[in-house]
């Protein structure tokens, strides 16, 4: 089973600012990365696929990088409604796995 | 516009069995894997069960191996998770999601609440 390593746990930032997330994979996954956000209440949504390809809607502001076993998601400037919670996600083998999550957190 | 609809949860006595629905519009239902994903209260996302397209591949998390089967209806666009042998760490939001590319979570549903609980 691949395990994703998500940090930081937690992210206080302020809106306008840079926010960096990690996923670490316990071994290469090549681009096979996916990024989510969730909201209180919410199911997840689909931000990012392939390590680097945005989902349709998301916001230029979004963006990932990575491949093999380290993986990054920048939000370049956020807004009020980015602070939430991240997820990393596997595809690259059965079974599919999550990161433990990234909450980002208005400070 | 895409659209999962889950239904069936509820509370469940440690060794019953529940199964969920998820209907699906707005899109081929039939040329895409579906996926349950749950999240135990508090608790991240977990991964528990994909079935590709036609329905002749499905794939579990070893939790649920052998507990849990997952179907799907295509003549009536609906996903199923058929749980049985329950246990109180099933206690979850259980969503179903479209796939994209396979096995990624391109879409979710609302999602509906299980708790296993005496």
């Known amino acids: 089973e691949t395990v994703l390593t998500q940090s930081p746990a937690t992210l206080s930032l302020s809106p306008g600012e840079r926010a960096t997330l990690s996923c670490r994979a316990s071994?290469?996954?090549?681009?096979?990365l996916a990024w989510y956000q969730q909201k209180p209440g919410q199911a997840p949504r689909l931000l990012i696929f392939?390590?680097?390809n945005r989902a349709t809607g998301i916001p230029a502001r979004f963006s990932g990088s990575g491949s093999g076993t380290d993986f990054t998601l920048t939000i370049s400037s956020l807004e009020p409604e980015d602070f939430a919670v991240y997820y990393c996600?596997?595809?690259?083998?059965?079974?599919?796995?999550f990161g433990g999550g990234t909450k980002v957190e208005n400070k | 516009e895409v659209q999962l609809l889950e239904s069936g949860g509820g509370l469940v006595q440690p060794g019953g069995s529940l199964r969920l629905p998820c209907v699906a519009s707005?899109?081929?239902?039939?040329?895409?894997?579906m996926s349950w994903v749950r999240q135990a209260p508090g608790k991240g996302l977990e991964w528990v069960s994909s079935i590709i397209g036609g329905g002749g591949t499905t794939y579990y998390a070893d939790s649920v191996k052998g507990r849990f089967t997952i179907s799907r209806d295509n003549s009536r666009s609906t996903l199923f998770l058929q749980m049985s042998g329950l246990r109180a760490e099933d206690t979850a939001v259980y969503y179903c999601?479209?796939?994209?590319?396979?096995?990624?979570?391109?879409?979710w549903g609302q999602g509906t609440l299980v708790t296993v609980s005496s």
């Open positions: 996600q596997q595809r690259s083998n059965w079974p599919l796995t």
């Open positions: 071994q290469s996954i090549s681009s096979y």
């Open positions: 707005g899109f081929s239902f039939s040329s895409y894997a």
């Open positions: 999601a479209k796939g994209m590319s396979g096995s990624w979570f391109e879409c």
């Open positions: 392939d390590a680097s």
